[in-house]
């Protein structure tokens, strides 16, 4: 693992990671659904033949080339997925798949993607009880379905992650969750905090202080092995730092879910999982739509442009509003506060509440000493 500082430096020419929206396509009908996917492709998505020069323009970053994550809507809803695959494998880039629940997700399928080199795949489960998922899906029985393919995943050896929404019903079974992948032999869990944006509405949220207590929560997490990664909350790197610097936290709700936790695996493994990985929205992540559309994640709909018309490379590289975004020029408490280089805020968060990409993160609950020393002077 490269450190902090050169990831830094690396993240300002090369995304670590690059989201294709493959498609709208998706069976399901999430509640939290980002894409707001639909039953049918729309007009305008990336051919066969735009699919491999975009395979082409994540090579141009050069090596070591970013991650392509294929998603959707489902990725399985695209009849040539296998053959961009193919195409990516030719060229050297790393491919994992995010594909939905449902009936296009079998043991063949594993098979075929475990064959064609899929790197890993993800697996969406949003609560410890089938009720808490299942209403979260949309599906009935979906919580069933989606413990089966994890297993099928684990079986075939094709590397999965477990991806979890924390919403207002999951908050409370976050231990549980992590029991379960323990169960199930899964040692990457990556936890979405919820944005308003698609089909997630604000009632589905938590409170700041909620967020503080389960951030700070999945840092205990990380003393059971578990490699825990969070998408909108960077501020976990936060968390974690300050643990590591010996900083306890004190909180009802989280001395509950660590009770929990410990309850059901027992006293801690190891210590605090002192790995950073300073990405966030438009650095080191950048995420093109099912058009073509460039964004600076695909929970931050501003648009910087489109790989039909322009290099990939040149929109992560160029782009006036990323640009500002990696040098760190925030609003707010964002804007002054100690772990900007490392945390940064959500940026699509502050779109969602402020239109502003640049302000500060409405979910994080820390004062930077710089404004605390303020407020006493």
Same mark, same amino acid.
């Given at each position: 693992?490269?450190?902090?500082?050169?990831?830094?430096?690396?993240?300002?020419?090369?995304p670590?990671l690059?989201?294709?929206?493959?498609?709208?396509?998706?069976?399901?009908?999430?509640?939290?659904?980002?894409a707001?996917?639909?039953?049918k492709?729309?007009?305008?998505?990336?051919? /066969?033949?735009?699919g491999k020069? @975009?395979?082409? %323009? &994540?090579?141009?970053?050069?090596?070591? =080339?970013? *991650?392509?994550i294929?998603t959707g809507?489902?990725?399985?809803m695209?009849?040539?997925?296998?053959?961009?695959?193919?195409?990516?494998?030719?060229l050297?880039?790393?491919?994992?798949?995010?594909?939905?629940v449902?009936?296009?997700l079998?043991?063949?399928?594993?098979?075929?993607?475990?064959?064609?080199?899929v790197?890993?795949?993800?697996?969406?489960?949003?609560?410890?009880?089938?009720e808490?998922?299942d209403?979260?899906?949309?599906?009935?029985g979906?919580y069933?379905?989606?413990?089966?393919a994890?297993? /099928?995943?684990?079986?075939?050896? @094709?590397?999965? %992650? &477990?991806?979890?929404?924390v919403?207002? =019903?999951? *908050?409370h079974?976050?231990p549980?969750?992590a029991?379960?992948?323990?169960?199930?032999?899964?040692?990457?869990?990556?936890?979405?905090?919820l944005?308003?944006?698609?089909?997630?509405?604000?009632?589905?949220?938590?409170?700041?202080?909620?967020?503080e207590?389960?951030?700070?929560?999945?840092?205990?997490?990380?003393?059971?092995?578990?490699?825990?990664?969070?998408?909108?909350?960077?501020?976990?790197?936060r968390?974690?730092?300050?643990r590591?610097?010996g900083?306890?936290?004190?909180?009802?709700l989280?001395?509950?879910?660590?009770?929990?936790?410990?309850?059901?695996l027992?006293?801690?493994?190891?210590?605090?999982?002192p790995?950073?990985?300073?990405?966030r929205?438009?650095?080191?992540?950048?995420?093109?739509?099912?058009?073509g559309?460039?964004?600076?994640?695909?929970?931050l709909?501003?648009?910087l442009?489109?790989v039909?018309?322009?290099?990939?490379a040149?929109?992560?590289?160029?782009?006036?509003?990323?640009?500002?975004?990696r040098?760190?020029?925030?609003?707010?408490r964002?804007?002054?506060?100690?772990?900007?280089?490392i945390?940064?805020?959500?940026?699509?968060?502050?779109?969602?509440?402020?239109?502003?990409?640049?302000?500060?993160d409405p979910?994080?609950i820390?004062?930077?000493?710089?404004?605390t020393?303020a407020?006493?002077?």
């Amino acid at each position: 693992m490269r450190s902090v500082e050169e990831l830094i430096k690396r993240f300002h020419q090369a995304p670590l990671l690059v989201f294709w929206e493959s498609t709208k396509a998706c069976p399901l009908a999430c509640k939290h659904c980002r894409a707001d996917a639909i039953l049918k492709p729309l007009p305008g998505e990336l051919t /066969t033949q735009e699919g491999k020069r @975009l395979i082409e %323009q &994540v090579a141009e970053f050069g090596d070591p =080339k970013p *991650l392509l994550i294929i998603t959707g809507g489902d990725p399985l809803m695209r009849a040539d997925l296998f053959e961009l695959v193919d195409y990516a494998n030719s060229l050297a880039v790393p491919v994992s798949l995010a594909p939905a629940v449902s009936p296009n997700l079998n043991a063949e399928v594993m098979k075929e993607m475990k064959n064609s080199g899929v790197k890993s795949i993800s697996i969406s489960l949003d609560g410890a009880a089938p009720e808490t998922h299942d209403e979260l899906r949309g599906v009935p029985g979906s919580y069933r379905e989606t413990i089966n393919a994890i297993k /099928t995943a684990v079986e075939i050896g @094709l590397p999965v %992650q &477990v991806n979890t929404v924390v919403w207002r =019903k999951s *908050l409370h079974e976050l231990p549980d969750v992590a029991h379960l992948l323990k169960q199930l032999g899964v040692r990457v869990w990556e936890v979405f905090f919820l944005i308003v944006t698609g089909r997630a509405r604000e009632e589905l949220d938590i409170t700041p202080e909620q967020y503080e207590a389960a951030v700070q929560f999945l840092v205990d997490v990380s003393t059971y092995g578990f490699q825990v990664r969070t998408v909108e909350a960077p501020f976990y790197r936060r968390a974690k730092m300050q643990r590591l610097k010996g900083a306890r936290y004190e909180d009802p709700l989280y001395q509950k879910l660590v009770e929990r936790l410990r309850s059901l695996l027992g006293p801690p493994t190891r210590g605090v999982d002192p790995t950073v990985v300073p990405t966030r929205d438009g650095f080191g992540i950048i995420f093109v739509a099912h058009d073509g559309t460039v964004h600076p994640s695909g929970f931050l709909p501003y648009p910087l442009g489109n790989v039909r018309r322009q290099s990939l490379a040149k929109i992560y590289r160029e782009h006036p509003l990323l640009l500002k975004m990696r040098r760190g020029e925030f609003g707010g408490r964002c804007g002054v506060c100690e772990y900007r280089d490392i945390c940064g805020g959500s940026r699509a968060r502050a779109y969602a509440y402020y239109k502003d990409p640049l302000a500060e993160d409405p979910a994080c609950i820390y004062k930077p000493a710089t404004q605390t020393r303020a407020a006493i002077y």
